[in-house]
């Protein structure tokens, strides 16, 4: 499918690249995740996996790299994008009423056809901050915040101010501000907390006692859950498919997730109308 990024990859010239061509994952990467420890890194791998284009990129120039420079408001577009190909555009979720006392299953779904991408504005994309004196930063990308981890929050800051600082046009060459610890720390917390989000809040009300609340629904770590629980179903379905097809373990990963699922139902209504068989 062709779909274009909330905010999309930085040009040079200040545009942005914002179209991008992603097709469902297929059983090998299905396979190779499963297996792999589900990190902060996996979403970028996967997309790797399933992008064909993205802005200028295609092929193996398009890395993990740089699907890392994208914010995190790209990843979770692009991580329900890739549910909808692969999952079907219901979610199906269920959890415990979080009112103490309660504890009532909650079964409810979420419809990834309804999200709509969010509206922003050049505006959006920067931030000018007091410390400093008025400074101008972009907002942090996956990378640069992947790059926080183990630091304290003044070197976060430091760090980010690298990598996220933008020199007034007017006076490139005067050398970089100098924060203290106080507004490195400052920094850190803002360009953290800030930055566009795919907000995808779901009103939960519970049926037994009447409590309600808003639920955050995380593409991004719905992805990482159902490929992580991935790995026995998959080796189920290749021996469903091996068995009436008599097609190889190579031929049958090779599948596209949706192609692989058309001929899983088409077993299961026959063993349906001829439970013998199989
Ligand atoms: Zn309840």
């Known amino acids: 499918m062709d779909l274009n990024l909330p905010v999309g990859l930085a040009n040079l010239d200040g545009s942005r690249s914002v179209a991008a061509t992603l097709h469902a994952i297929n059983g090998w990467t299905e396979l190779h995740w499963s297996h792999q420890a589900a990190g902060p890194d996996t979403l970028s791998g996967v997309l790797q996996a399933c992008l064909t284009r993205l802005g200028p990129h295609r092929g193996a120039g398009l890395t993990v790299a740089v699907l890392d420079q994208l914010l995190p408001i790209d990843h979770a577009w692009l991580a329900a994008k890739l549910l909808r190909e692969c999952w079907g555009p219901t979610q199906y979720l269920s959890l415990h009423c979080t009112n103490p006392g309660c504890g009532a299953r909650l079964d409810f779904t979420l419809d990834l056809d309804a999200i709509e991408p969010p509206a922003l504005s050049p505006a959006d994309l920067e931030v000018a901050l007091a410390v400093g004196g008025g400074l101008r930063f972009a907002w942090p990308g996956v990378a640069d915040l992947a790059a926080l981890e183990g630091l304290d929050e003044a070197a976060q800051g430091a760090e980010l101010f690298r990598r996220c600082w933008r020199a007034d046009p007017d006076r490139i060459f005067a050398p970089p501000p100098v924060l203290d610890a106080d507004e490195r720390v400052m ?78 139902a088409l077993i299961s209504d026959q063993l349906r109308d001829d439970p013998k068989r199989g």
Do not use: Q
């Open 187 to 264: 920094l850190a917390r803002a360009l953290k907390a800030g930055g566009p989000r795919l907000d995808l809040t779901m009103a939960l009300e519970c049926a037994e006692c009447g409590a309600s609340w808003g639920l955050p629904f995380d593409p991004v770590g719905r992805v990482r859950d159902l490929l992580r629980d991935s790995a026995g179903r998959l080796h189920r379905e290749i021996h469903l498919l091996a068995w009436n097809y008599g097609w190889s373990r190579r031929e049958i990963l090779s599948l596209s997730m949706p192609e692989r699922k058309i001929y899983l």
